[in-house]
């Protein structure tokens, strides 16, 4: 319905019958015969209902969003986008210098810098391998196994017996103490946590050691551990 143009009467008896709710109940208590204009009934309108109005913010708020220390450039991107997508007749080159601008200082910011990006489209570009490489890191950190408080008192129970996960084992041509060995010397494994500081047990059997938890009481070939690492 559009009464844009027409007369004020008209104006009037129009406007009020959209009202729902708190805006309904405004109207109702004015005074009668308090209306002789449009304007007599817009005007308290937009006063009285002002807290409600929606705000829009202007280019300038652009430069007060910045990245958080720990926030991840996916939900920076996110956050700048929404706010951005609400801000009239926004210049590409001023959304741009804003969101480079708002980047925390690192690896990612030094690159846009030596890149330059001339466009949103080239920002987005280059944001999408960083956003894949913080998928990445966070699926690593997922996956990394956690320690619980009780490990280490479990190591140290003389009658603790690690349950094998395999049935049946691989038969090497060679001991697995010189396997291990081998593999720790190349780096290509890390000796397990804190291995160097496991106490020995008492009375834990001297003639028996283990090359890979580096401590006495049972040897490298009958490592359950080590068995699991190797197969």
Known sequence: MIVNGTSDKVLYCCFPSYFDG????????LPAGSISYFRDLSKPFEEHFAGSAIYLHDSDYLNTIRQGQQESLR??????????????D??????????KSGLRPGKFQETIAIAKPKTMAEFREKNKGQIDIE?????????????????????????????PRYESYTKFNTKRDDIIKEILNSKLIKPPR???????????????YCSFHWKHSHTTDDCVIAKDLLE
């Open 22 to 29: 708190p805006a309904l109940d405004w109207f109702c208590s």
């Open 75 to 88: 939900d920076y991107m996110t956050c700048f986008t929404k706010i951005a997508m609400n801000i009239p």
């Open 90 to 99: 926004l210049h590409l080159e001023v959304e741009l210098h804003a969101i």
């Open 135 to 163: 998928k990445l890191r966070q699926a690593w950190k997922t996956e990394k196994p956690h320690y619980r408080d009780d490990d280490k008192m479990r190591d140290n129970k003389k009658n603790f017996k690690p349950t």
């Open 194 to 208: 804190k291995a160097s500081s496991y106490p020995d047990s008492k009375g834990a059997d001297r003639s028996k």
